[in-house]
């Protein structure tokens, strides 16, 4: 079964840092195209950041460049979302998706319609 769980999640104060991990099993991600989103109450999802599985190519919000960064670990066959200077306004459930045989080349990321497999999600709350 294909399997995405997402952790790491938690409370953080403003100005601080926090990793996200998404954990990928019964599939390598390497020609997948994996994508963070989030969502907070009473608000559209969001697409934050992406990546292709090689890692050869990724792509952000621009609510979010300079500040957060996607990157893969090959032998743990998981993504992770490092995100530092943290917001109120980052506050929201965040979650990761994947998607096979998807032409991509790193213009915008594609939307969450796009992805097969998602993952349950972590809440990331930022307050003083």
């Known amino acids: 079964q294909l399997q995405l769980v997402e952790s790491g999640g938690g409370l953080v104060q403003p100005g601080g840092s926090l990793r996200l991990s998404c954990a990928a099993s019964?599939?390598?991600?390497?020609?997948?195209?994996i994508g963070w989103f989030r969502q907070a109450p009473g608000k559209e999802r969001e697409g934050v950041s992406c990546?292709?599985?090689?890692?050869?190519?990724?792509n952000y919000a621009d609510s979010v460049k300079g500040r957060f960064t996607i990157s893969r670990d090959n032998a743990k066959n998981t993504v992770y979302l490092q995100m530092n200077s943290l917001k109120p306004e980052d506050t929201a459930v965040y979650r990761c998706a994947a998607v096979s045989r998807l032409p991509w080349y790193g213009s915008s990321c594609p939307r969450g319609a796009a992805y097969n497999y998602w993952g349950q999600g972590t809440q990331v709350t930022v307050s003083s």
């Open positions: 990546m292709r599985g090689l890692g050869d190519i990724t």
């Open positions: 019964g599939f390598t991600l390497d020609y997948y195209v």
